[in-house]
């Protein structure tokens, strides 16, 4: 039973993503302030944390933000609006996915369960089981590890599914669209946003030189293998 953690301000939709998660088969912890989300995190270990982006005091963005300093658990966004900035800021400061309220507790389910399932980065991008060498970033399909010059990676679920992703092929460009659906098991094109925060989170982590993954104008995304 996945265990859900959900920070979330207010009280009625608070009490309505409990109810309908519990409904759908997760168990569920909730917290109505930022400062009590991160306080429960550690000893409640959740499997996804469901996180609303308007919280007062410390908002959804620096809470964001300081689990992804210590945890790479996945992170569903919620916003009360679809604008690009609020969204794009939100998913490069560290969320996997988002929700736009009002949120249906069965889109928000399914999300959590495609976010989850990322997590066990499996099927064809692990056809190979031994660990590869792309100059210094060396990608283990079989442990789920990365390390760039001898050093660990740590890559939240989407990061490491988008990475996988594009190093099975090198040279080959996915575009947006074709990476959303690989990745994020979503088919709306609105959310090629996703995919573009993604890169550029993945891109800060394993540095520029040489850049990895690169970018093809009005095409979508490759890996380069130095």
Excluded: N
Excluded at 114 to 137: C, F, K, Y
Excluded at 147 to 171: K, N, Q
């Amino acid at each position: 039973m996945p265990r859900v953690l959900i920070v979330e301000d207010d009280p009625d939709v608070r009490s309505a993503l409990v109810l309908g998660l519990r409904h759908q088969g997760h168990e569920v912890l909730a917290a109505g302030t930022g400062e009590e989300g991160l306080a429960r995190l550690r000893p409640y270990r959740p499997d996804v944390v469901v996180l609303d982006l308007m919280l007062p005091g410390i908002s959804g963005l620096d809470v964001c933000r300081r689990i992804r300093v210590r945890d790479q658990v996945p992170i569903v966004m919620v916003t009360a609006r679809g604008d690009d900035v609020d969204v794009v800021v939100g998913l490069e400061s560290g969320a996997d996915d988002y929700v736009v309220k009002p949120v249906q507790a069965r889109v928000l389910d399914a999300r959590i369960r495609a976010v989850l399932r990322r997590q066990d980065a499996s099927g064809s991008v692990t056809a190979r089981p031994r660990a590869e060498s792309h100059g210094d970033l060396v990608i283990d399909r079989a442990g789920l590890v990365v390390s760039h010059r001898g050093d660990t990676v740590a890559l939240a679920p989407s990061e490491l599914r988008l990475l996988l992703t594009l190093s099975a092929s090198p040279g080959q460009v996915f575009s947006r669209q074709q990476l959303l659906e690989l990745v994020w098991e979503h088919s709306y094109h609105g959310d090629i946003r996703l995919v573009d925060a993604c890169v550029k989170r993945l891109r800060a982590k394993l540095g520029e030189d040489p850049p990895y993954v690169r970018t093809v104008r009005g095409f979508g995304y490759s890996f380069a293998s130095p």
